[in-house]
Every structure is written in structure tokens, then in C-alpha cells.
């Protein structure tokens, strides 16, 4: 009976460890949205865009390392474009844009630290890294929601802390 009972455990513990991701795979990626099945995923597949041939030669930009394929998929401008937005704004710009500077420069009134998003996400990385000493688990779970679950808020609470401070809330759903 010792024996079995060993063999058990034993191969319990070796399916426990073949399952860990490395540590960059896990620690990029919070939302862990795998297919288990081993088949290929039907929506990452994606065709590119139909190849364009321009008037001339001098039409063809110089190729940079690293840079956009006129054939790349760009979801975020076409999705811009069907709504009547202008795509061009999506694109890197130097500085504030004219529509947001008003906003900018009221949010910034106090004071605005210049490397803030770096420093979040330094911070981040190490509670999450913190998080991590006992982060595996036999049945995978959403990491995001286990690492963050002393965080989230509770929205009934707030929304009776709101009401009973006086505002106006619309109605919610029942619990």
C-alpha cells in the first residue's frame, strides 16, 4: 500500500511541475487565455494586406529595420477608419496633440512626474514578482484575478459609501 501511495505523490508532484511557465512568459502575459486543446487557434490567424504595386519606383519608401510593411495589419487604424476617425492620429506623435493639451494641462496643474509610467510598471513587476513565490497551482487559474484580488474593489460597497454620502447613483444590478 506505501508504495503506491508514493508513486502517487510522486507523479502528482512531476504533472505540478511540467506545467510552470517561465517567469517573462508569465510575468507579460497576467490574462492567460491558452488553447488546450494542442490545435491551432482560428483567430490568430490573420491575412495580411493584398500587395500594392505603386506608380513608380520613386513611391516606395526606404526600408527601415524594424519599421511598418504597407501589407501589415494595422486593427486599431482600420477600426478608426470604419468609425469616420482619422488613423493618422493614431500614429507616434512628438508632444501633446492640439485636442489634448487643454486636458494635459489641467490634469497637470500640481505637478506631473515625467517617468511615471516606467516607475509603475517597475513597481508592478516587483509585486508581482513578490506574488510569485507560491504562484503555481495543480488546476490552472487566472493569474490576474489571484494577484490582484486584494486590490479590486468591492462595488456594492462603494456604491452604498456613495449613496450614503448623498450622491446620486444610478440604480445597479441585484447582487
Do not use: H
Not at 8 to 32: E, F, K, M, P, Y
Not at 92 to 110: E, T
Request: aromatic residues 4%; glycine residues 6%.
Amino acid at each position: 500500500m506505501m508504495p503506491r501511495a508514493l508513486i502517487i505523490l510522486a507523479l502528482v508532484a512531476l504533472t505540478a511541475c511540467g506545467s510552470r511557465q517561465d517567469t517573462a512568459d508569465r510575468d507579460t502575459n497576467l490574462r492567460q487565455l491558452r488553447n488546450p486543446s494542442g490545435t491551432p487557434e482560428e483567430f490568430s490567424i490573420v491575412p495580411s494586406k493584398p500587395l500594392q504595386a505603386p506608380e513608380s519606383l520613386s513611391e516606395l519608401p526606404n526600408p527601415t529595420p524594424g519599421g511598418e510593411n504597407r501589407t501589415d495589419q494595422t486593427p486599431l487604424k482600420d477600426a478608426v477608419a470604419v468609425l469616420g476617425g482619422s488613423p493618422a492620429r493614431l500614429d507616434v506623435q512628438a508632444g501633446i496633440g492640439a485636442g489634448d493639451q487643454a486636458l494635459v494641462a489641467r490634469v497637470s496643474r500640481f505637478g506631473r512626474e515625467p517617468g511615471i509610467r516606467e516607475q509603475l510598471a517597475a513597481a508592478d513587476q516587483e509585486f508581482r514578482e513578490r506574488r510569485s513565490l507560491f504562484n503555481w497551482r495543480l488546476v490552472p487559474q487566472d493569474t490576474y484575478n489571484r494577484i490582484y484580488r486584494n486590490q479590486t474593489l468591492d462595488p456594492y460597497a462603494t456604491l452604498e459609501a456613495a449613496r450614503r454620502a448623498g450622491a446620486l447613483t444610478p440604480s445597479a444590478p441585484p447582487r
